[in-house]
T-cell receptor, first 116, second 113 residues
Framework: DAGITQSPRHKVTETGTPVTLRCHQT?????MYWYRQDPGHGLRLIHY???????DKGEVSDGYSVSRSKTEDFLLTLESATSSQTSVYFC???????????????FGPGTRLTVT | AQSVTQLDSQVPVFEEAPVELRCNYS??????LFWYVQYPNQGLQLLLK??????LVKGINGFEAEFNKSQTSFHLRKPSVHISDTAEYFC???????????FGKGTHLIIQP
């Protein structure tokens, strides 16, 4: 695996509580992404970052926020978790555009989140 | 914007038989295409990619795929599958921007002994 870790790997939380998931990379890649994976939906993009403090929304961003204060860390926050946010969350990283590995994404091991 | 359609949610095949997993995409711009594999309870691993050049691309574990622009397809093939190929396979596309990959819903490859 590329140097990507996610924490926690598993979490059970109650509806209405805040939750923060962390993605940490040691590759110094510029681009970072958060996806959620649900049966029958494949992976859907939540938010992405194209540099420190530069983030943008993806396809399913409602109910989620992100922050990136350092190149190596990308945080995903559920301000008030709902049962519909029960999912497996994957972080991915990508090198700068225009390189030989352009657009290829490397994925972390995932975080399984259950909201009860 | 791009979209990806994986036509089969499940593909059962006997061990040592050939397999083809189908992927079609739509896009108004030039695309870059990928196949990823996900083994149970793991993250996604890149199998192969098409960026430009030869339309037949070879990947890891004996897989290959052919980019067909006129049919907007990028089907994945393997001439002889093994039990260890049992996994979920995802086709993905990007138009080249920073906004990530668009994935298909996945195809579960089931290898029968």
């Amino acid at each position: 695996d590329a140097g990507i870790t996610q924490s926690p790997r598993h979490k059970v939380t109650e509806t209405g509580t805040p939750v923060t998931l962390r993605c940490h990379q040691t590759e110094n890649h510029r681009y970072m992404y958060w996806y959620r994976q649900d049966p029958g939906h494949g992976l859907r993009l939540i938010h992405y970052s194209y540099g420190v403090k530069d983030t943008d929304k993806g396809e399913v961003s409602d109910g989620y926020s992100v922050s990136r204060s350092k190149t190596e860390d990308f945080l995903l926050t559920l301000e008030s978790a709902t049962s519909s946010q029960t999912s497996v969350y994957f972080c991915a990283i990508s090198e700068s555009l225009g390189t030989s590995s352009s657009y290829e994404q490397y994925f972390g091991p995932g975080t399984r989140l259950t909201v009860t | 914007a791009q979209s990806v359609t994986q036509l089969d949610s499940q593909v059962p095949v006997f061990e040592e038989a050939p397999v083809e997993l189908r992927c079609n995409y739509s896009s108004s711009v030039s695309v870059y295409l990928f196949w990823y594999v996900q083994y149970p309870n793991q993250g996604l691993q890149l199998l192969l990619k098409y960026l430009s050049g030869s339309t037949l691309v070879k990947g890891i574990n004996g897989f290959e795929a052919e980019f067909n622009k006129s049919q907007t397809s990028f089907h994945l093939r393997k001439p002889s599958v093994h039990i260890s190929d049992t996994a979920e396979y995802f086709c993905a596309v990007t138009g080249g921007g920073a906004d990530g990959l668009t994935f298909g819903k996945g195809t579960h490859l089931i290898i029968q002994p």
